[in-house]
Protein backbone atom coordinates (compact mmCIF):
# COMPACT_ATOMS: atom_id res chain seq x y z
CA UNK A 1 0.00 0.00 0.00
CA UNK A 2 1.40 3.27 -1.21
CA UNK A 3 1.56 6.14 2.07
CA UNK A 4 2.69 9.01 2.98
CA UNK A 5 3.41 8.92 6.92
CA UNK A 6 3.80 12.97 8.15
CA UNK A 7 5.34 13.68 11.48
CA UNK A 8 3.08 14.91 14.42
CA UNK A 9 1.99 18.32 15.46
CA UNK A 10 4.42 20.74 16.30
CA UNK A 11 3.97 24.06 19.00
CA UNK A 12 6.47 26.80 18.35
CA UNK A 13 7.44 30.37 19.17
CA UNK A 14 7.91 33.07 17.05
CA UNK A 15 11.29 33.34 15.52
CA UNK A 16 11.87 29.27 16.15
CA UNK A 17 12.90 26.91 13.38
CA UNK A 18 11.40 23.77 12.55
CA UNK A 19 11.23 20.93 10.00
CA UNK A 20 8.55 18.53 9.55
CA UNK A 21 8.89 15.21 8.03
CA UNK A 22 6.77 13.36 5.38
CA UNK A 23 7.80 9.94 4.75
CA UNK A 24 6.70 7.85 1.60
CA UNK A 25 6.49 3.28 1.53
CA UNK A 26 4.72 0.90 -0.70
CA UNK A 27 6.83 2.77 -3.79
CA UNK A 28 9.82 3.98 -5.21
CA UNK A 29 9.96 7.36 -3.41
CA UNK A 30 12.68 8.38 -6.01
CA UNK A 31 10.92 8.11 -9.15
CA UNK A 32 7.55 10.68 -7.65
CA UNK A 33 7.60 13.98 -6.97
CA UNK A 34 6.40 15.15 -3.54
CA UNK A 35 4.41 18.42 -2.82
CA UNK A 36 3.63 20.27 -0.07
CA UNK A 37 0.42 22.23 0.72
CA UNK A 38 -0.14 24.60 3.41
CA UNK A 39 -3.86 25.25 4.70
CA UNK A 40 -4.43 28.16 7.48
CA UNK A 41 -7.18 27.93 9.84
CA UNK A 42 -10.36 28.40 7.78
CA UNK A 43 -9.00 28.65 4.72
CA UNK A 44 -8.03 27.20 1.56
CA UNK A 45 -5.41 24.92 -0.01
CA UNK A 46 -2.33 26.16 -1.15
CA UNK A 47 0.41 25.00 -3.40
CA UNK A 48 3.78 25.20 -1.56
CA UNK A 49 5.93 23.87 -3.87
CA UNK A 50 7.18 19.90 -4.80
CA UNK A 51 10.27 18.20 -5.20
CA UNK A 52 11.43 15.16 -7.08
CA UNK A 53 13.88 13.03 -4.47
CA UNK A 54 15.55 11.46 -7.63
CA UNK A 55 17.32 14.19 -8.04
CA UNK A 56 16.27 17.10 -5.89
CA UNK A 57 14.78 19.38 -7.92
CA UNK A 58 12.52 21.52 -6.34
CA UNK A 59 10.28 24.01 -7.61
CA UNK A 60 8.60 26.28 -5.59
CA UNK A 61 5.00 28.63 -5.48
CA UNK A 62 6.01 32.19 -5.74
CA UNK A 63 4.29 33.06 -2.48
CA UNK A 64 6.50 30.88 -0.73
CA UNK A 65 9.85 31.18 -2.73
CA UNK A 66 12.09 32.40 0.47
CA UNK A 67 9.89 32.02 3.14
CA UNK A 68 10.43 28.12 3.15
CA UNK A 69 12.74 25.05 2.21
CA UNK A 70 11.77 22.03 0.63
CA UNK A 71 14.21 19.05 0.62
CA UNK A 72 14.29 15.20 0.42
CA UNK A 73 16.50 12.11 1.81
CA UNK A 74 15.93 9.52 -0.58
CA UNK A 75 17.83 7.37 1.91
CA UNK A 76 14.93 6.92 4.31
CA UNK A 77 12.28 7.77 1.77
CA UNK A 78 11.69 11.28 3.26
CA UNK A 79 11.11 14.43 2.47
CA UNK A 80 11.00 17.66 4.38
CA UNK A 81 9.62 21.04 4.81
CA UNK A 82 11.46 23.44 7.27
CA UNK A 83 11.49 26.92 7.97
CA UNK A 84 14.51 28.49 9.85
CA UNK A 85 12.45 31.49 11.56
CA UNK A 86 8.50 30.79 12.33
CA UNK A 87 5.83 33.87 12.17
CA UNK A 88 2.75 33.40 13.75
CA UNK A 89 1.53 33.51 9.95
CA UNK A 90 2.87 30.05 9.44
CA UNK A 91 0.02 28.40 11.82
CA UNK A 92 -1.38 26.11 9.69
CA UNK A 93 -2.18 22.31 8.47
CA UNK A 94 0.91 21.30 6.40
CA UNK A 95 -0.17 18.23 3.63
CA UNK A 96 2.42 16.17 1.71
CA UNK A 97 0.70 14.55 -1.28
CA UNK A 98 2.14 12.35 -4.45
CA UNK A 99 0.99 11.98 -7.88
CA UNK A 100 -0.39 8.97 -9.42
CA UNK A 101 2.32 8.86 -12.24
CA UNK A 102 5.53 9.66 -12.22
CA UNK A 103 5.24 12.84 -14.20
CA UNK A 104 1.54 13.84 -13.06
CA UNK A 105 0.09 16.92 -10.94
CA UNK A 106 -2.53 15.04 -10.06
CA UNK A 107 -1.85 14.16 -6.31
CA UNK A 108 -4.00 10.91 -5.41
CA UNK A 109 -2.04 9.70 -2.21
CA UNK A 110 -1.72 13.00 0.62
CA UNK A 111 -0.41 12.71 4.17
CA UNK A 112 -2.28 12.73 7.02
CA UNK A 113 -1.09 16.81 7.46
CA UNK A 114 0.90 18.23 10.07
CA UNK A 115 -0.43 20.58 12.12
CA UNK A 116 2.14 23.69 12.77
CA UNK A 117 1.19 26.23 15.92
CA UNK A 118 3.25 29.35 16.14
CA UNK A 119 2.45 31.79 19.06
CA UNK A 120 4.34 33.02 21.94
CA UNK B 1 -5.11 35.49 -5.19
CA UNK B 2 -5.58 32.21 -7.28
CA UNK B 3 -5.14 31.69 -10.89
CA UNK B 4 -7.87 29.39 -10.64
CA UNK B 5 -11.39 31.11 -9.52
CA UNK B 6 -14.17 29.01 -8.24
CA UNK B 7 -17.50 29.48 -6.74
CA UNK B 8 -19.38 31.09 -3.50
CA UNK B 9 -20.57 28.35 -1.63
CA UNK B 10 -23.52 26.08 -3.47
CA UNK B 11 -26.23 24.48 -2.07
CA UNK B 12 -28.34 20.89 -3.62
CA UNK B 13 -31.19 19.83 -2.74
CA UNK B 14 -30.25 15.95 -1.69
CA UNK B 15 -30.39 13.77 -4.69
CA UNK B 16 -30.14 17.03 -7.02
CA UNK B 17 -27.81 17.75 -9.77
CA UNK B 18 -25.24 20.34 -8.88
CA UNK B 19 -22.20 21.70 -10.84
CA UNK B 20 -19.39 23.58 -9.38
CA UNK B 21 -16.84 25.46 -11.88
CA UNK B 22 -13.53 26.08 -11.97
CA UNK B 23 -12.34 29.14 -13.89
CA UNK B 24 -8.66 29.92 -15.57
CA UNK B 25 -6.64 30.55 -18.56
CA UNK B 26 -3.96 27.60 -17.61
CA UNK B 27 -7.51 25.35 -18.66
CA UNK B 28 -7.14 26.04 -21.84
CA UNK B 29 -3.82 24.15 -21.81
CA UNK B 30 -4.09 21.91 -19.15
CA UNK B 31 -6.86 19.35 -17.25
CA UNK B 32 -8.20 20.63 -14.03
CA UNK B 33 -7.75 18.11 -11.14
CA UNK B 34 -10.64 17.66 -8.67
CA UNK B 35 -10.50 17.11 -4.76
CA UNK B 36 -12.89 16.96 -2.21
CA UNK B 37 -12.20 17.94 1.68
CA UNK B 38 -14.11 17.44 4.43
CA UNK B 39 -13.67 19.19 7.68
CA UNK B 40 -10.57 17.82 9.49
CA UNK B 41 -9.80 15.41 6.83
CA UNK B 42 -6.97 15.35 4.16
CA UNK B 43 -7.91 16.12 0.57
CA UNK B 44 -8.92 13.66 -1.70
CA UNK B 45 -9.06 12.70 -5.14
CA UNK B 46 -12.30 13.00 -7.22
CA UNK B 47 -11.74 13.37 -10.88
CA UNK B 48 -9.05 13.64 -13.46
CA UNK B 49 -7.75 14.53 -16.89
CA UNK B 50 -10.44 14.32 -19.11
CA UNK B 51 -13.31 12.92 -16.63
CA UNK B 52 -11.38 10.07 -14.69
CA UNK B 53 -12.51 8.72 -11.02
CA UNK B 54 -10.38 6.94 -8.51
CA UNK B 55 -11.34 3.74 -7.73
CA UNK B 56 -13.99 4.11 -4.98
CA UNK B 57 -15.14 7.21 -6.18
CA UNK B 58 -19.39 7.16 -6.94
CA UNK B 59 -19.81 7.99 -10.49
CA UNK B 60 -22.53 10.88 -9.54
CA UNK B 61 -18.74 12.51 -10.10
CA UNK B 62 -18.17 13.35 -13.23
CA UNK B 63 -15.85 16.05 -14.93
CA UNK B 64 -16.19 18.19 -17.70
CA UNK B 65 -14.34 21.34 -19.65
CA UNK B 66 -14.85 23.84 -22.01
CA UNK B 67 -12.31 26.42 -22.80
CA UNK B 68 -10.90 28.21 -19.93
CA UNK B 69 -13.61 26.45 -17.54
CA UNK B 70 -14.04 22.90 -15.99
CA UNK B 71 -16.68 21.85 -14.26
CA UNK B 72 -17.26 19.37 -11.58
CA UNK B 73 -20.74 17.75 -11.25
CA UNK B 74 -22.73 15.39 -9.15
CA UNK B 75 -25.74 13.77 -10.17
CA UNK B 76 -27.61 13.06 -7.42
CA UNK B 77 -25.88 14.25 -4.10
CA UNK B 78 -25.64 12.25 -1.36
CA UNK B 79 -25.41 14.21 2.28
CA UNK B 80 -22.18 12.56 2.41
CA UNK B 81 -21.15 14.64 -0.33
CA UNK B 82 -21.00 17.57 1.84
CA UNK B 83 -18.10 19.15 1.41
CA UNK B 84 -15.43 21.77 0.43
CA UNK B 85 -14.08 21.19 -3.19
CA UNK B 86 -10.92 22.51 -5.12
CA UNK B 87 -10.12 22.68 -8.34
CA UNK B 88 -5.80 22.48 -9.36
CA UNK B 89 -4.31 22.77 -12.31
CA UNK B 90 -0.66 23.93 -13.72
CA UNK B 91 -0.22 27.20 -13.69
CA UNK B 92 0.46 29.25 -17.05
CA UNK B 93 4.30 27.81 -17.08
CA UNK B 94 3.59 24.18 -16.53
CA UNK B 95 6.25 23.95 -13.80
CA UNK B 96 3.85 24.66 -10.96
CA UNK B 97 0.56 23.74 -9.28
CA UNK B 98 -1.81 25.81 -8.42
CA UNK B 99 -5.25 25.44 -6.73
CA UNK B 100 -9.01 27.49 -6.47
CA UNK B 101 -10.07 29.04 -3.57
CA UNK B 102 -12.18 26.20 -3.22
CA UNK B 103 -16.23 25.97 -3.53
CA UNK B 104 -18.21 24.89 0.02
CA UNK B 105 -20.77 22.30 -0.92
CA UNK B 106 -23.66 22.45 1.14
CA UNK B 107 -26.86 19.17 1.03
CA UNK B 108 -29.81 20.24 1.94
Known amino acids: EVQLVQSGAEVKKPGESLKISCKGS????????IGWVRQMPGKGLEWMGV????????RYSPSFQGQVTISADKSISTAYLQWSSLKASDTAMYYC?????????????WGEGTTVTVSS | SSDLTQDPPVSVALGQTVRITCQGD??????ATWYQQKPGQAPVLVIY???NRPSGIPDRFSGSSSGNTASLTITGAQAEDEADYYC???????????FGGGTNLIVL
Open chain 1, 51 to 58: IYPGDSDT
Open chain 2, 26 to 31: SLRDYY
Open chain 2, 49 to 51: GKN
Open chain 1, 26 to 33: GYKFTSYW
Open chain 2, 88 to 98: SSRDSSGKRLV
Open chain 1, 97 to 109: ARPETASSSVMDV
